[in-house]
């Protein structure tokens, strides 16, 4: 590999990184909250390290453009843990953060949009530590890497690669023949609907630093809230609801959001895992509701306010909470685990192993099933009309499986660390799949603050695999990876 164009391009984007950090600085001396001395520093070092590694890989690396499959793992995976390591400094320089672990698996959590946290205090820390924890996230959902391919040209050229192995979807759909004008779309997307999230939250009387911190992390389905007890501290159905429509928004495929805007109105319906999707999401609703009314929540409305809040933020991943879902009973309890796992659409800013997978994974099994009684039938898997190649179904059924592997494995770690069983599994469940809240001592009412330091460093690991759809994460672990 050609480790100088790799340094080059990681340096690109810690540079891009710090500047980043100027908007919680501004925030920092225009509202005087004191933090401005640790952003400042964290500014300075993090620009300081990518041009360093720009200027001393410049020579070598003059000229490259192309970038292949194995490089580009590379940059996206080591890119990714150098911005959690370079983004925990604002976390780490500021009073609310004494060892560099908790900063770290903070600065993880965020630009994986995973919404687990360290912080026993929220409220009680810097206005301008809340927004860089919100921006983190903001970043993040679309991805860094994309951003880059959206502002800097020169990665336009082959990389293809790197957006493959970032974007968080089975199959990445490049809207324009130019890769860095499909970036440029889902970014002017996002952002579209990060503003008009901002303005129906200003229409319900939030806050206006309240409102941007919520519109930057519902979006990337990352559910940081300024408030200790969530969404849950405004007790306001407005909220509630409104919130609600956007996680579902940022649970589908971001591609299928630009055709509506192109004036496609069928766009949703007409694809398979949007519909897979939405209907999941009605049903898992209807049943916790059904299964909460009488025994939690007096009336059907309540109920159904409360159900369709906690499944839209598990089922996206987003993670925000207004209620304590250990409360409910063992049937709504058991679906919101199910929600863990299966995730949000391909192409959108969810996590998990996403519904794409989960309806070619049953449709896989339905054809071996029907195989058994018609052996010598011709059947094929097909989304959306379209046949599924027998390469695309190993590489999710392996997905899939490595996917099974990596959170039995962590759980049975974690529990070795002396975890209890339920807070291993709800913990290993929320990171890999970058939902938040999971069940035991880490569900919605508590968080990740009392967990050991390597078990947070274990966490990150399983974040940052789940963000990055395990293959780019895991690859780096395989021998013949770093062999010529």
């Not at 059947?379 to 959306?384: A, M, P, T």
Request: proline share 4%; glycine share 10%; hydrophobic share 50%.
């Amino acid at each position: 590999m050609r480790w100088p164009f790799i340094l080059r391009i990681i340096g690109i984007l810690l540079f891009v990184l710090g500047l980043a950090m100027a908007v919680p600085l501004t925030c920092s001396i225009y509202l005087g909250d004191g933090a401005h001395t640790g952003h400042g520093t964290a500014m300075a070092l993090t620009m300081a390290m990518g041009a360093l590694l720009v200027l001393t890989s410049a020579k070598n690396a003059r000229g490259q453009t192309y970038i292949n499959q194995r490089e580009g793992m590379a940059v996206v995976a080591l890119g990714w843990f150098g911005i959690g390591l370079f983004g925990a400094l604002p976390f780490y320089l500021a009073p609310d953060f004494t060892a560099f672990t908790d900063a770290f698996f903070e600065s993880v959590s965020g630009f994986t949009t995973t919404g687990s946290s360290v912080m026993t205090n929220i409220e009680g820390a810097a206005p301008s530590l809340l927004l860089w924890r919100s921006l983190i996230q903001w970043l993040g959902g679309m991805g860094i890497i994309v951003l880059s391919l959206a502002i800097l040209p020169f990665l336009g050229v082959g990389g293809i690669q790197l957006y493959k192995a970032e974007v968080p979807s089975p199959v990445p759909d490049k809207l324009t023949p130019r890769l860095s004008d499909s970036a440029k779309i889902l970014w002017m997307v996002y952002a579209g609907m990060t503003v008009i999230l901002f303005v129906f939250l200003r229409l319900g009387g939030m806050s206006a630093f309240e409102s941007i911190c919520h519109a930057l992390t519902t979006l990337p389905t990352g559910g940081f809230s300024p408030k200790n007890t969530s969404i849950a501290h405004y007790n306001s159905a407005y909220f509630d609801y409104v919130i609600t429509g956007f996680m579902v928004l940022a649970g589908i495929n971001f591609s299928l959001h630009y055709q509506l805007l192109r004036g496609k109105p069928l766009a949703l319906w007409r694809d398979a895992e949007c519909r897979f999707f939405l209907g999941l999401v009605l049903v898992f609703t209807l049943i916790i509701t059904m299964d909460t009314w009488g025994p939690v929540y007096d009336t059907f409305g309540t109920a159904f306010r409360f159900a369709s809040f906690q499944v839209a933020s598990i089922v996206t991943t987003t993670g925000y909470a207004t209620a304590d879902y250990e409360l409910f009973p063992g049937l709504s309890q058991t679906l919101i685990l199910f929600c863990m796992f299966f995730g949000a659409s391909a192409g959108s800013t969810g996590g998990g192993m996403k519904i794409a997978r989960i309806l070619v994974c049953c449709k896989y099994c339905y054809r071996e099933l029907f195989k058994l009684i018609h052996p010598r039938s011709v059947s094929h898997v097909k989304i959306n009309n379209t046949i599924v190649s027998d390469e695309l179904l190993r590489t999710i059924m392996g997905f899939l499986a490595l996917y099974i592997l990596i959170f039995v494995a962590a759980s049975l770690i974690l529990a070795g660390m002396g975890v209890d069983i339920l807070t291993a599994i709800g913990a290993t469940a929320s990171c890999i799949g970058n939902i938040g809240p999971g069940f035991g001592t880490v569900g919605p009412a508590e968080n990740f603050a009392h967990l050991p330091a390597a078990g947070k460093w274990l966490l990150s690991w399983c974040m940052l695999a789940g963000r990055l759809e395990i293959y780019t994460v895991i690859i780096l672990l395989v021998p013949e990876f770093w062999k010529k």
